[in-house]
């Protein structure tokens, strides 16, 4: 079971695709806790966004339980008070914009909750404010540049006001002042957060633990490894450490050069 008092948790989840011989996720227990903030990283196909979509009911695990506020949610209608609690920011924007204009889209969410037009509208428009995106409310979603769309999908999603947020690579094709913009958002946020990415340096600026998945478990990684430079070594896409290296003298670094 898992611990009381946790926001989302898996308990012993295995999954597996088919015509796979192995599981991507085997007996993994994972728990996030109210206003947790964590990264999840691992190689490419590791099951990180498996993860978030058995979270979110959109896959079935084929063994294991979620449990949301320590409610177990078994069938597909237990899991729509977690919707409506913990939000998804999907890996490629377009999956998540469908309607005409931004307005729209970041209403919607609000309306399919129950929300009368005026207050879907209200809500919309002072999510979009508070992320400084104002100035795209009437324009077409599908002619946004990429980081827009990133920003837009994240309006849909806070917009809900949820608990947790569920975010799939987040960074991934943004400009620097975009992404510097989506790190200062995420910092001022008091909810959960679980962050898969690539971009070691966006987890180590907001987040406070770190998770990997590798050959089918969850296990916590040390902060620590995470960080940016040029590497010449077989394991530099890999969190890693560094030993401390022997100072050289100016006569030994020239000599090294």
């Known amino acids: ?10 308990h012993n989840v295995t999954f597996c695709y088919p015509g796979r011989k192995h599981p991507i996720l085997d007996k993994v227990d994972f728990t996030l806790h ?10 490419n196909g590791c099951g990180k966004t498996s993860l978030f979509h058995i979270i979110m009911g959109l896959l079935r695990p084929q063994t294991g339980t979620v449990f949301f506020k320590d409610t177990q949610l078994n069938r597909k209608k237990d899991f729509k ?9 999907f890996q490629d924007a377009d999956d998540q914009l469908f309607s005409p204009t931004v307005l729209e889209d970041v209403a919607f ?17 002072q999510t979009l404010q508070e992320l400084g995106l104002s100035k795209l409310e009437q324009r077409i979603t599908h002619q946004l540049s990429g980081g827009e769309k990133k920003m837009v999908s994240l309006a849909t999603v806070m917009v809900m006001q949820p608990d947790a947020l569920l975010l799939d690579e987040p960074s991934n094709n943004l400009d620097m002042g975009t992404r510097a913009r989506l790190i200062e958002i995420l910092n001022e946020l008091d909810l959960a957060i679980l962050i898969i990415s690539h971009d070691w340096s966006l987890l180590a600026d907001t987040c406070e633990d770190i998770y990997a998945i590798d050959k089918g478990k969850v296990t916590q990684s040390d902060k620590a ?19 401390n290296r022997i100072k050289l003298t100016s006569d030994q670094k020239k000599e090294e050069r």
């Open 34 to 43: 109210e206003k947790q903030r964590v990264g999840l990283i691992g190689p």
């Open 225 to 243: 490894y995470l960080h940016d430079h040029r590497h010449a070594h077989p394991y530099g896409e890999q969190p890693h450490r560094h030993r």
């Open 1 to 10: 079971m898992p611990p009381l008092g946790s926001l989302v948790a898996l």
């Open 109 to 125: 969410g609000p309306l399919n909750l129950g929300a009368s037009p005026a207050e879907a509208r209200e809500r919309a428009c």
């Open 81 to 89: 008070i977690l919707h409506e609690k913990v939000g998804l920011l």
